[in-house]
């Protein structure tokens, strides 16, 4: 038993586990946030652009009286709005992190190595006299 306790806490302590935790908590949190645009924002302006129609309120009953089942599809639009609006701001958040990480590049590294300017050998940077052509190259690289 004390191995299955071991073998848990170094699977639940992997980084990548815990990332995938603060994803889904931070997709719940964000979710709530689209779904309040939908229904707060996006819905109410929708309504007003084709006169005060309101899709949540849509729906088929299917029997008689206040009992009967019903076919709530303006809920579905309003849940197909908000899937879209989701997908929307996921893509746009992902456009824009990957803009910026295009433009934090690492600077490249400092020549190590240089031309000859005499033999046009590759020689060390430091080099102050070639060693393929032993020419002097102070001032000169």
Do not use: Q, W
Request: hydrophobic share 50%; proline share 4%; net charge positive.
């Amino acid at each position: 038993m004390k191995a299955i306790i071991k073998e848990f806490k170094e699977f639940i302590s992997r980084g990548n586990v815990m990332d995938m935790a603060v994803g889904v908590i931070i997709g719940g949190a964000f979710t709530s946030i689209v779904t309040s645009l939908v229904n707060d924002v996006m819905m109410p302006v929708l309504s007003l652009l084709t006169g005060g129609f309101d899709f949540t309120a849509l729906c088929v009953s299917l029997g008689e009286g206040e009992s009967a089942a019903a076919l709530n599809y303006g809920a579905f639009i309003a849940a197909v709005i908000n899937f879209l609006l989701i997908a929307v701001v996921i893509f746009a958040l992902v456009k824009m992190i990957n803009k910026f990480s295009r433009k934090r590049k690492e600077a490249p590294a400092p020549a190590t190595t240089k031309t000859c300017p005499f033999c046009r050998e590759t020689i060390s940077v430091e080099a102050s006299r070639c060693p393929h052509c032993t020419s002097e190259l102070t001032g000169k690289g």
